[in-house]
C-alpha cells in the first residue's frame, strides 16, 4: 500500500491509496473484493469538499438490482444535498448500517476504513470505468473536482 500526498488540494492536504480505484464524478473509491464484488466508499477528496457531513439514507437495500446513472443513497453536508449515483451496474450485495443518518460522521476521519455500500457488478471487467489513484490525483491537482466555492460541492439533482 502507498498514500500518494498533495497539499495543493484547495489549499488542503489531500491523500489518495493506491489500494483502491477512483470514480471522480462523485468522489468515490472503488475497491475490488473479487468474485465481481465492488465496494465504494467516500474519497479523502471527497470529504474535504463536502466540509463535514450531516446525514446519510439509503435509497436501495441488500438484493436490490441497480443500473448505471441510479441513485443508492442521499448525503446532507453542511454546504449542499446530493443523491449519490452507482457508476456501474449490478446486485446490492451490503450497505454499511453504522453510515446511516448521523452515523456518517465516521467518513469524516476513516475516509478509507468505512466503506459505505457493496455491490455484485454485472460486467466481468469490474475497474475498467474507474482510474488509478495516479490518474485520480491528477485529476484532482488539475482541478477536475466538482467544486462550488471553498470545500464546497454543487448540489447534485438525481439522475
Not at 4 to 17: A, C, E, P
Not at 95 to 110: D, P
Not at 125 to 145: P, Q
Request: hydrophobic share 40%; with cysteine.
Amino acid at each position: 500500500m502507498a498514500l500518494l500526498h498533495s497539499d495543493q488540494f484547495y489549499g488542503q492536504s489531500v491523500t489518495v491509496d493506491d489500494r483502491y480505484y477512483y470514480y471522480p464524478p462523485e468522489h468515490l473509491w472503488v475497491e475490488d473484493r473479487g468474485d465481481q464484488i465492488v465496494r465504494f466508499g467516500f474519497t479523502h477528496a471527497g470529504v474535504i469538499l463536502v466540509n463535514g457531513f450531516k446525514y446519510m439514507d439509503f435509497a436501495v437495500e441488500p438484493g436490490e438490482h441497480v443500473d448505471v446513472d441510479d441513485s443508492i443513497f442521499f448525503v446532507e453536508t453542511f454546504k449542499a444535498m446530493f443523491n449519490v449515483t452507482t457508476p456501474i451496474g449490478g446486485e446490492i450485495t451490503e450497505i454499511n448500517e453504522k453510515l446511516t443518518e448521523e452515523g456518517i460522521k465516521l467518513l469524516e476521519e476513516k475516509y478509507f476504513e468505512e466503506f459505505i455500500i457493496a455491490l455484485k457488478c454485472e460486467s466481468e471487467d469490474v475497474t475498467s470505468e474507474f482510474m488509478s489513484a495516479e490518474e485520480y490525483m491528477e485529476a484532482l491537482l488539475r482541478g477536475d473536482a466538482d467544486h462550488c466555492g471553498a470545500g464546497a460541492r454543487v448540489m447534485r439533482r438525481n439522475r
